[in-house]
């Protein structure tokens, strides 16, 4: 299986912090946050990464190169421009292939175990959801006792839960999708096709989209290293 993280977004919420330096690079805990994701991804046995830049990409391939001194081999899918997420997937599906492959956004963290999402979802995406975070109370999209991702509750067992930015998507979610499509509408047309399932984390994660966030969380692994 491949993964694909995203890192090619201008980290507009993260300024003065992405001024010079692309999100995916700011540091916490001692590490960068890719790196925390390549390992994670390393530990599940998946090595064949593709990463999107735009702004200030260079500064994340001279980095990482072609990923050999983190056991991976890395693709770079190159946009210039930054695409909106689901058209920068698309852009990326002749290095991604055929069969379904992970996503990551570059701009969260967690201590989820990649090994745990299925290699062969039954859908066309199953989403990873987490609890909602404090800056985000109501949530994303509603998960069912059967595993089914909705947009709208199907009934009142189902749980309003947010999108943790991990999934496993087949690569017919994007084929038809132009370069200015977001992900979410894409999720959200497909969730309506009966074509969505997911699985809820309930480890650690944060969405790094403040500074405040990110020193937050640079004090948290510092405290537990």
Sequence with gaps: MKAMILAAGLGTRMRPLTDHTPKPLLRAGGKTLIEYHIDALVRAGI???VINTAWLGEQIEAALGDGR????????S?????LET???IRRALPLLGEAPFVVVNGDIWTDFDFADLPQTPSAEAHLLLVENPPQHPHGDFWLADNQQVHDEAPDVSARRLTFSGIGVYHPALFARCPDEARLA????????QGAVTGSVHRGRWYDIGTPA?????????????
Excluded: C, F, N, Y
């Design 213 to 225: 966030r990110l020193a937050a969380l640079d004090q948290q692994l510092k405290e537990t290293s």
């Design 69 to 76: 001194e983190h056991g991976v081999h890395i693709q770079w």
């Design 185 to 192: 509408p894409l999720l959200r047309d497909a969730m309506a």
């Design 47 to 49: 090595r064949d990464l």
């Design 86 to 88: 689901a058209g920068g």
């Design 78 to 82: 190159r946009e210039g421009q930054p």
